[in-house]
């Protein structure tokens, strides 16, 4: 059986972010997306600082589906990404 | 159809493809009442009936997929959280080395060695058998490090200097072999390997669901394509006689 990609460490995101060319593929293709985000203020809070209504409500609505990391002209993980906003998410709401 | 049409159009809008994704679940709805009502309590013809049938479990895995959407992203942040940090490093590996220093320090003070504490093993990125990889936050970055093979993270994920979790044989599990301090990390080592295997039961789960909707969408379209080939033969000569 073909492994699943787990998730990734807050230190291998923010080097995906900074090789990151803001061309906009994965969000183009995520189903999940239902408004339309910026790709530098995703990519700002991705790492650290407030998180915005809209990035959380797609932070939040992203299924792990992983459809946004095959068109990435780059090779990166957005869902990975994605993954560490929930984890801050989680853990701002418990107050951590 | 039209959902996974439009997946695979390169021309696309942001949101385009969630409005898709929203048409799809309600063409799917309508789809399956349209069928009950042509049906319309005659389940004579085995083909139709069939057809039927799969729809209703194709609209019913579609439900299903929807919950476990909502669902599984949520329990398999739940495990991430536990496996990193605050400052969102390895946990395994911060714990590895936190349990290699105090193992390696109590060995030293079971032989009576004072450790100075430039001799203590205080761990250092890199320098350890449990380092995954050894990079650094805020590194710079250069387009030429990108690779589209596994990251060195995923790769030594299953090596098995990565878990410092003794294993059944292991010195390590004779009693006494580990002094106190050691244990509690030990717990939460084995803690956060659980819940590894958790994330990656949650993902499989995702990923197999969207495998069984797509192939229950290819039997329905086949048993569709049949009950229309079928009741045609027997339609035609009697529209024509
Ligand atoms: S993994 Fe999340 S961000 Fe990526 S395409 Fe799927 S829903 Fe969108
Ligand atoms: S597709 Fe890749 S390079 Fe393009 S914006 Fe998304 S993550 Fe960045």
């Known amino acids: 059986m073909k492994s699943t990609l787990l998730h990734k460490t807050a230190p291998q995101v923010a080097q995906e972010i900074h090789a990151c060319i803001g061309c906009n593929e994965c969000l183009l293709a995520c189903p999940a997306l239902a408004e339309t985000i910026s790709i530098d203020v995703l990519n700002r809070e991705t790492l650290s600082g407030a998180i915005s209504t809209p990035v959380a409500r797609f932070a939040r609505s992203c299924y792990q589906c992983g459809a946004c990391v095959a068109p990435c002209p780059v090779g990166l993980h957005r869902d990975a990404m994605i993954m560490w906003i929930k984890v801050r998410l989680m853990r701002s709401e418990r107050g951590g | 159809m039209l959902y996974s049409i439009r997946r695979r159009l390169r021309k696309r809008a942001i949101g385009q493809l969630n409005a898709s994704l929203h048409w799809h679940v309600l063409l799917a709805i309508v789809g399956l009442i349209v069928l009950f009502m042509h049906a319309f309590g005659h389940f004579a013809m085995i083909s ?82 449990f380092t995954t990889n050894g990079q650094s936050l805020g590194a710079s970055w250069d387009l030429a490090y990108i690779s589209l093979e596994p990251t060195q993270q995923e790769l030594d994920q299953n090596a098995p200097h990565y878990r410092f979790i003794p294993d059944k044989k292991s010195a390590l599990n004779r009693p006494g072999a580990l002094m106190p301090g050691a244990e509690e990390h030990l717990l939460a080592l084995q803690d956060m390997q659980l819940a590894m295997r958790r994330e990656q039961f949650f993902r499989y789960i995702i990923r197999y669901w969207r495998v069984l909707h797509i192939l229950l969408a290819f039997i329905t379209i086949g048993l569709v394509t049949w009950h229309i080939i079928f009741a045609s033969t027997i339609l035609w000569p009697r529209f024509f006689h």
Request: overall charge negative; cysteine-free; hydrophobic content about 40%.
């Open chain 2, 48 to 129: 139709g009936t069939f057809a039927l049938y799969s729809m209703v479990a194709l609209t019913i895995s579609g439900f299903v997929g929807r919950i476990l959407d909502h669902v599984m992203p949520r329990l398999i942040a739940r495990e991430v959280d536990k496996v990193l940090t605050m400052q969102g490093d390895d946990g395994v590996e911060s714990t590895s080395q936190k349990l290699q220093a105090v193992v390696v320090h109590n060995t030293q003070e079971n032989r009576g060695i004072i450790v100075s504490q430039s001799q203590a093993p205080i761990p250092m990125p890199g320098s350890l058998p």
